[in-house]
């Protein structure tokens, strides 16, 4: 079975600071890979993704990830926050049917003006 | 822009009522997923499904049962509900394989 840990439940961050959220899966398939994010009241949003290629994925808001498939992590980074990017961040991996997502725990950034 | 709608943001009901909660999109998507989202656990697949009438047991089915008649609808039953159901229910959907899904804003149930 699929499992998806992210170790940061509650991050506090001052405007300006660097941002690495770690998230490690257990699959032992192809992985597709996702970050989602909720802002405060708004639904769940993608942020990036990763099926296959550059192991370094682009998203929106200046969000990146790295797939590390040695080491079955995808944290999330972002080089300087804004106040604007709190909200509550969730991992996931998908099976190879692509008919599953299996969430971590998800973690609470709040960015400090 | 995929529009996924649920038909209450908010909702109380009494334990042993039977509760529906509808989630309706409109983008012609296959697949449809229910899960519950609470503090620490992340979201946790209830029920999913890849087409109409048919019907595939998530992570924690227990306690539920869903409907699928129509492609853009899916909804979610509780048929008794119980205390420990008081939860986030986010429905979601997706048009192929490996693709991302698309949430609706959620329903906030409390169960008293």
């Known amino acids: 079975a699929q499992s998806v840990s992210q170790h940061n439940h509650h991050v506090i961050l001052s405007e300006a600071a660097s941002l690495e959220l770690g998230c490690n899966y257990s699959?032992?398939?192809?992985?597709?890979l996702f970050w989602y994010v909720q802002y405060p009241g708004q639904h769940l949003q993608l942020l990036l993704k990763y099926f296959s290629g550059d192991p370094l994925v682009k998203g929106i808001k200046g969000f990146e990830a790295e797939f590390i498939k040695s080491k079955f992590s995808f944290n999330l980074r972002k080089p300087s926050v804004q106040w604007s990017d709190t909200a509550e961040y969730f991992c996931?991996?998908?099976?190879?049917?692509?008919?599953?997502?299996?969430f971590g725990g998800g973690t609470r950034l709040m960015v400090k003006p | 822009d995929v529009k996924v709608t649920q038909s209450s943001r908010y909702l109380v009901k009494r334990t042993g009522e039977k509760v529906f909660l509808e989630c309706v999109q409109d983008m012609d998507h296959e697949n449809m997923f229910w899960y519950r989202q609470d503090p620490g656990l992340g979201l946790r697949l209830i029920y999913f499904s890849y087409d109409v009438k048919m019907k595939e047991k998530g992570d924690i089915p227990e306690g539920y049962s869903v409907s699928r008649e129509k492609k853009e609808r899916f909804s979610l039953i509780l048929e008794s509900a119980s205390t420990n159901q008081t939860s986030m229910y986010l429905c979601?959907?997706?048009?192929?394989?490996?693709?991302?899904?698309?949430f609706g804003p959620g329903t906030r149930l409390t169960v008293t």
């Open positions: 996931a991996v998908g099976n190879n049917a692509g008919n599953m997502l299996t």
């Open positions: 699959y032992g398939g192809t992985v597709n």
């Open positions: 979601a959907s997706s048009s192929l394989p490996r693709a991302e899904q698309y």
